[in-house]
């Protein structure tokens, strides 16, 4: 049984004249990791900048949990559970850790389509950033200063961060740009452990981490939807391979 959650159908981005996503639909399910992968200026970020409502769709239509978003600000989109990081982080580096993630779990106001509940109590708010710093393995970080944390734990920050919002998707470009090997396979093990109650859009460019990870990879190449399936469907899709996957990929 899948529950998909955020679906693309048909949508399109154009920038003047070029397209950057030409009817590209994807799906993403709960319980599932989807990778998104093509070369520099293939159209990914354009792809979750849609999904995300930081950019208006020029055609086609975006559905959540059933229900038609495509005209919902990004804002919104938070609100009613779609979470997403940038390729830059987003922390505010004086603030704690617990900060940060008081703040964000104070940012989930009431839900868009329950227009009448209230912001979540004082109370309610310090348990949830409790709960999202140890979900997202920082437990006994709580009250370094963030911006005197790693490369890699600010990225689980901003992490724990979009977890706060009561996130159900979370769309991710790139979260393990920057990162030496450690502190990347750490941040794999982490979104293999977020996905099992979430859907995961992943924009990366490791491939390890890549075919490690992934349910579903769906590959752009020059804003078209190439090919998309399992890990091993798409290692041994032909077109894929001329495409765009160098033969180093394929050792992985
Ligand atoms: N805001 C923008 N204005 C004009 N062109 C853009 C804008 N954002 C992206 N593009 C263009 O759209 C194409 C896809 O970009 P992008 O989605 O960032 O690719 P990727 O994330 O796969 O590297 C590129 O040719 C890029 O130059
Ligand atoms: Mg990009």
């Known amino acids: 049984m899948t529950e998909a959650l955020l679906e693309a159908r048909g949508v399109t981005r154009r920038f003047g004249g070029l397209t950057a996503n030409e009817n590209v639909s994807i799906t993403l399910e709960r319980g599932k990791l989807h990778a998104l992968l ?8 354009t792809c979750i900048n849609m999904l995300s409502g930081d950019l208006a769709v020029s055609d086609g239509h975006i559905h959540y949990k059933g ?3 495509t005209g919902l600000s990004a804002p919104q989109r938070s609100r ?11 922390i505010f580096p004086g603030f704690t850790v617990f900060e940060n993630c008081r703040l964000a779990a104070q940012s989930r106001r009431q839900r868009a389509w329950r227009l009448f509940t209230n912001a979540l109590s004082l109370e309610d708010t310090l348990e949830k950033a409790r709960a999202v710093i140890a979900e ?8 370094r200063i963030a911006g005197t944390m790693s490369h890699g734990e600010q990225r689980q920050l901003e992490i724990a961060m979009v977890l706060a919002t ?8 790139e979260p393990l740009a920057g990162m030496g090997s ?3 396979s750490k941040m794999v093990e982490l979104l293999d452990r977020l996905r099992r109650t979430r ?3 992943l924009v990366e460019h490791d491939m390890d981490a890549v075919f490690a990870v992934a349910d579903t990879i769906t590959v752009l190449v020059n804003g078209q939807l ?3 399936g399992s890990p091993a469907e798409i290692r041994a899709n032909i077109e894929v391979q001329q495409a765009y996957l160098g033969e180093e990929a394929f050792h992985v």
Do not use: C, W
Request: proline share 2%; glycine share 14%.
């Open 136 to 143: 997202a393995g920082l437990e006994g970080r709580e009250d």
């Open 226 to 228: 190439l090919a998309s």
């Open 38 to 45: 093509g070369p520099n200026g293939a159209g990914k970020s």
């Open 199 to 201: 859907a995961i859009l």
């Open 166 to 173: 009561d996130a159900d998707v979370l769309l991710l470009d």
């Open 80 to 90: 009613i559970g779609i979470g997403r990081s940038y390729q830059r982080t987003n």
């Open 67 to 69: 229900r038609e978003i």
């Open 182 to 184: 450690e502190e990347a």
